[in-house]
């Protein structure tokens, strides 16, 4: 009775290992683009060996949405399917991949895509893999600081300006003086200019300054935009603005020579005028 229970279990493991090893068709790769921009289209492809099973079809999927389908019975044996934010360009297939190009919508997201392989009946054996893709757009260029003086009187406000390229999403904007972080007033928050085709926008941030009369010299003012993707990207650009009251000091000291030196000229023109006038007195 055991050593029966006991083959039947050992022909039931074997069958398994054996149902295991034939349907061995699997997904070799998935790629996906873990970054994609969206004015472009993004390529997508899912390569899968079949060893002696026959394939039914490939789909891929974007969330629980399908949005391609491959099966070479039929006819068409592609089928592309748009959804509301997505556009699907195109799809090919060969022997042992598929590719199809998406759209990514224009808003910064990330969303799972899927390929599913399966065989064909009565087995409808499924492999499946996934892989996120991010849609952002990295900002091409530094900040850009506009309104620094080169020199600048304490006491004397000035208002900056920092504006980022355009990306998606849109750069958060800090602003650093001497590498202390400058708390943005309610006003002075980082706004945004309109969308560009992909939803890409440029972020600027006003930064007002007054210098106290007691601080002189070079004065780093830092403006700081970051683009909060995984992980975040930093762009900085720095200014060095001279606080003036050295200069003004300088100044003064000069000044003052000038007057010396007037005096200089009076006193002579004086010692000169009385010489004559004794001169002419002594000649009378
Ligand atoms: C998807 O939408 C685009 C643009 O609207 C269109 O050109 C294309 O034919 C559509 N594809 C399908 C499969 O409906
Ligand atoms: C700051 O610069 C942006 C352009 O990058 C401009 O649209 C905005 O009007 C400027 N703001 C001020 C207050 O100058």
Known sequence: MDKIAEKINMKIISLITLCALTSAHEITQLQVPLYADPRRPALLS???????????????????N?????????????????????????GECT???????????????????????????????????TKHMNVVAMPQSDPVISGAPKVLKPGEPIFLNCSSDYSLPPSNIN?????????????QRTELSPMQPGGL??????????????????????????????????KDTTSIITVHSRTQLSKYVSNSRGVKLATNAIFLVTVLWTFNEISRFMSL
């Open 175 to 187: 602003w650093y003086i001497d590498d202390e972080l400058q708390k943005p007033d309610v006003w």
């Open 95 to 129: 022997a042992d991949s598929c590719m199809v190009k998406v759209m990514p919508p224009p808003v910064a997201t990330m969303a799972v895509y899927t390929c599913e392989v399966s065989t064909e009946g009565p087995k409808f054996q499924i492999a499946r893999q």
């Open 46 to 64: 899912c390569h899968f060996r079949m060893d002696d099973q026959k394939l039914h079809s490939v789909k891929f999927y974007r969330e629980m």
């Open 201 to 234: 926008q440029k972020s600027w941030r006003v930064l007002r300054v007054r210098i106290p009369q007691t601080v002189s010299g070079a004065l780093r003012v830092r403006c700081e935009a970051i683009v909060k993707s995984e992980p975040p990207v930093v």
């Open 66 to 90: 399908e949005i391609f389908r491959y099966n070479p019975s039929q006819k068409p044996p592609i089928r592309l399917f748009n959804l509301t934010d997505i556009m699907v360009q195109d």
